[in-house]
């Protein structure tokens, strides 16, 4: 055949799926191929390996450079807390997801301080489990909501009641009317697609918009920025 007559490819010819590559850490044999079983019914996740405690998860990080570890918090040998403090340490590629059945202050907080990028109870739903896992894979932070509102009071509890004037050096740069609408939805732990369904924007758009705000109040994070916004003085 000669090059003029091959035939092209299809011109809506859909691009690759980029793949989320997760190593689930899950002490209880039936919950960890729960979870397997659910993962690899989505096109874009792909389970790359499974540890029954800390230690293996450490070992197959090292292996796999996975992109997500779903790191339970309680575990034997070396806990969730401990493997995901080496963990982020040693692979700034990998993010974690920790997953409990508690939501008790002590671990939610020692798990945030650790660097768990989201931390998530073994109750909440599948579509919130997958959607946790797309979000860090694009660098944001999620919480349950009950984490969230530990997280919002122990803020509340933390921060003094007056400012001191002239504390924290240069002042934020000022948000919009539009911003601050999407910052007290982000407060709220609202994700993107929540948010753009409140203020009739794309989710694109929002997600647009969140950078801006972060960059506006100097936070690397969302979950820095939820916080932040509880320090933030109504308008």
Known sequence: ???SDRPEPP???????????????????????????MFQME???????QA???????????RYRPDIVLMDIQ???????????RIVAEHPGTQVVALSTFDTDDLVFEAISAGAQAYL??????????DTIRAVKRGESRLSPLVARKVFEEFRRARPQVPVAGEGGAADEPLTEREEAILA???????????????????GTVKNYVSRIMEKLHVQTRTELAVKALGRPRR
């Not at 011109?11 to 979870?35: G, H, K, N, S, Y």
């Not at 029954?52 to 090292?62: M, P």
């Not at 109870?121 to 997958?130: F, H, R, V």
């Open 1 to 3: 055949m000669a090059p």
């Open 52 to 62: 029954a405690d800390g230690v293996e998860a450490i070992d197959l990080v090292r």
């Open 43 to 49: 096109p874009d996740i792909e389970v790359v390996g």
């Open 75 to 85: 575990m034997p040998r070396l806990g969730g807390i401990a493997a995901t403090r």
């Open 185 to 203: 939805l982000v407060a709220k732990g609202r994700s993107n697609r929540e948010i753009a369904d409140a203020v009739f924007l794309a989710e």
């Open 121 to 130: 109870l073994k109750d909440t739903s599948e579509d919130e489990i997958l």
């Open 11 to 37: 011109a809506d010819a859909a691009a690759p799926i980029e793949t989320i590559r997760v190593v689930i850490a899950e002490d209880q044999q039936l919950i960890r191929r729960a979870f397997a079983t």
